[in-house]
């Protein structure tokens, strides 16, 4: 009798794992639908150079697809957004776990940190200018401060919140110097907080992108204000769009990364 349940219940949980799955599909699947014929509804009653309709959008991506202009554009993004969203993570990362760890870090940095942390991202853009022109690292500086600020808070957050009884434990063990303790205790329980931080810098940094372009640098976000200028509103919301898809793509592969890192857990 035992022996023949077991499959039986394997055999269930597979099943009940492909119903959930396809209904959480269909779920989204219908939302989408949803929202596509609310906007078609509103486009029929709204002036098409105001809202325009979802096959216009579609010919547009259509087009931009076929001769490979979309892609050209998401490439010149990532050539800032990419190293901003690094280079800003890291450093917020690390000072956000110097800050969590340490009492004097802590006074020092985190008291200047709280003074920095109110200003505005796009404030820095005359700084970005004079520090390195109308290129990809001016627009790259512009993303690092979004991502070091969502990351130095989680980083910060995720060290005071580990279990002093894990630091304990720890130093019976052996392991005696700090950086020892946040090698081999701090960081692997402070890893999901790392990488909510991260996700979460990578969404804001998709949207800051844009208005960092408004510096001239290539990209989606200088097309999709170069087209509002001209009320190409076709263009504009085929361009949100694609912002929409990339930061999906990328939320997936982030969450991806960290389900196998953690898998340990």
Known sequence: ???SSEPETVGYSTEGFRLERGRTLGIQVAALAVFVLVWWAGALVTPQNLL????AVLDVLVADAASGRVFELIWQSLRHYVPGLLVGSAFGMAVGILVGWSRTAELSVGTVAGILRPVPPLAWIPFAIIWFGLNDRGA????AIVAFWINYYNAESGVKGVDDQLLEVGQSLGTKSDLG???????PSAMPELFTGFRTAAGQAWMVMVAAELLGVPGIGKHLWDAANFLQMQVVIAYMLVIGILFLLSDRLIKLVEARTLAWR
């Open 1 to 3: 009798m035992a022996g």
């Open 140 to 143: 790259a500086f512009i993303i």
């Open 181 to 187: 303790l946040i090698r081999r205790v701090v960081l």
């Open 52 to 55: 325009p309709q979802p096959p």
